[in-house]
C-alpha cells in the first residue's frame, strides 16, 4: 500500500475516533489509532489546518495542567444523510461532524414487501428531503442507508430486495442521488449503533436484538461487529422454533419470526378483536397516522391487557430463541433495540422467564439483559455510522 493510502486511512481513522468519542488527547488518540505521538501530533496539525479539528485548551485543576483536547470542528460545515428503511416505513434524519440532529427526523410509509415501484419511491422521497433540508449538496459528505435483507457491504448489494436493477444497489442509490450512498443491514446497524454510542459501548460480547416487523440479530464478538462468513450473521427469527406451521416471509415454516414479527403480533390482534375481545386497539387500528405495529407498542405502553398479552407470548419465544444462542455465545450482555424496545420493560420480563426456563443457570447468571437507551433512534444512528465508517473526509 502507498504511502499517500496509508496516510489517508490514518486521517480518517483520526477523524473517525473523534467523532465516535468526541474530546481526545494527543496520548488517547495516539492509543485509538495505534500510532505514535509525532505521527499523531502531525497529522492532527493537518486537519486543524484544513478546519476539521478544534483545539481544547487546558484548565488547570489541583491535579496539575491537563492535556490539550482535540475534537471535530463544530462549525465545519459538513452533514450526513441517514436512512433507516424497512419493510414498512422509511426514515430521514439529517446531522453535523457532532452527531448532532439537524432538523427534524422526516417519515415516509414505503412498503419494500409489496410496492413495486418501492425504490423509485424511496429514491424520491430522499432526493425530497434533501432538497427540502435547506443543506446544500455540495455540503453532504455521503448517505448511510440501514435496510434489511441479506446486504453484502463489500459488493453494495441486497439480495432480499430491490433485485430487479442491472447495477449494485450502492450503485444505483449513489446515481440517482447524486452522493455517495453505502448501505449495510438494518440489524448489523443498530447492533453498531449499540456498540459506538449505546449499551454495548466497551463491552466485547453483546447480542443486539433488533425488534421490529421483522426480529434480527446483531452480534458484538471481541469488541468488534461480527458478520459471518459470507456477512449474512445474525438470522435469529429464522431459527425454526415456532411452535405453529404458518408460512415465513422468508418461504419456510416453523420460523421464529411468525411468533415474534410486530406484523405479525398486530394481525393476532385484530383477529382476536374480530372475536370479541375488548382493546383500545379496535379503534387505534382505525388510524392511519400510524402502523398497526406501532398503535400495538402504544397500546400497552398505556396498559391495553390485551396488546401486553400478546406482547409478552411473543416475547417468551423470543426469549426461547436467545436462549439458544446463549449456550452457543455467552454473551455478558443482550441488548434489545429497535423500534419494539420502546415497549420497554414489557418485553423484559417474559423473555427472562424464557432464559430461566430453557437456560442452563450457570450460563444465565453471567448474562445481563437490558432496555436499550437509543430505541427507536438506534437504526438512524446506525446508518449515520454507516455513512461516517465508509466517507473519505476529503
Not at 2 to 22: H, I, P, Q
Not at 167 to 177: A, G, N, V, Y
Request: proline share 3%; with cysteine; glycine share 8%.
Amino acid at each position: 500500500m502507498s504511502k499517500t493510502l496509508l496516510k489517508d486511512d490514518f486521517r480518517k481513522t483520526l477523524l473517525t475516533a473523534m467523532f465516535y468519542e468526541g474530546k481526545l488527547s494527543l496520548s488517547e488518540l495516539s492509543h485509538r489509532c495505534h500510532k505514535s505521538i509525532p505521527n499523531v501530533t502531525n497529522v492532527v496539525a493537518e486537519l486543524q489546518k484544513e478546519g476539521y479539528i478544534e483545539v481544547h485548551e487546558p484548565t488547570e485543576s489541583s491535579g496539575g495542567r491537563r492535556p490539550v483536547k482535540y475534537s471535530l470542528n463544530k462549525d465545519k460545515d459538513h452533514y450526513f444523510v441517514a436512512v433507516a428503511t424497512d419493510q414498512l416505513m422509511t426514515r430521514i434524519a439529517f446531522y453535523d461532524l457532532k452527531r448532532k440532529l439537524v432538523g427534524e427526523v422526516q417519515t415516509e410509509n414505503i412498503n419494500n414487501y409489496e410496492d413495486p415501484d418501492g425504490l423509485n419511491r424511496l429514491i424520491a422521497f430522499i432526493n425530497q428531503a434533501i432538497d427540502q433540508s435547506k443543506i446544500s449538496r455540495d455540503k453532504i459528505q455521503a448517505v448511510g442507508v440501514a435496510m434489511p435483507g441479506f446486504v453484502n457491504i463489500v459488493e453494495g448489494v441486497n439480495y432480499s430486495f430491490f433485485t430487479d436493477i442491472d447495477q449494485s444497489l450502492r450503485d444505483h442509490l449513489t446515481d440517482k442521488i447524486g452522493l455517495p450512498v453505502f448501505i449495510d443491514n438494518d440489524s448489523s446497524a443498530i447492533a453498531y449503533a449499540e456498540l459506538r454510542f449505546g449499551a454495548a459501548k466497551d463491552l466485547k460480547n453483546v447480542m443486539v436484538v433488533n425488534i421490529g416487523w421483522g426480529t434480527g440479530l446483531g452480534m458484538i464478538v471481541n469488541g468488534s461487529l461480527f458478520r459471518g462468513h459470507s456477512g449474512y450473521a445474525g438470522e435469529l427469527s429464522h431459527i425454526p422454533l415456532s411452535d405453529n406451521d404458518n408460512l415465513c416471509s422468508c418461504g419456510k415454516r416453523g420460523c421464529l419470526e411468525v411468533d415474534t414479527s410486530l406484523v405479525v403480533v398486530a394481525d393476532k390482534a385484530k383477529e382476536a378483536i374480530r372475536l370479541g375481545a375488548k382493546s383500545s386497539l379496535a379503534t387505534l387500528f382505525s388510524d392511519p397516522s400510524k402502523l398497526p405495529g406501532e398503535h400495538l407498542i402504544d397500546a400497552a405502553v398505556k396498559g391495553d391487557p390485551l396488546a401486553i398479552s400478546l406482547l409478552s407470548e411473543a416475547s417468551f419465544m423470543l426469549g426461547k430463541g436467545l436462549a439458544t444462542l446463549i449456550h452457543i455465545m455467552n454473551p455478558e450482555l443482550i441488548v434489545l433495540s429497535g423500534r419494539g424496545a420502546e415497549a420497554g420493560n414489557i418485553l423484559v420480563a417474559p423473555i427472562r422467564q424464557a432464559l430461566h426456563q430453557f437456560c442452563i443457570p450457570k450460563l444465565m447468571e453471567h448474562t445481563e439483559l437490558v432496555v436499550s437507551d437509543l430505541g427507536n433512534n438506534a437504526e438512524l444512528i446506525g446508518a449515520l455510522a454507516i455513512a461516517i465508517e465508509n466517507h473519505e473526509f476529503y
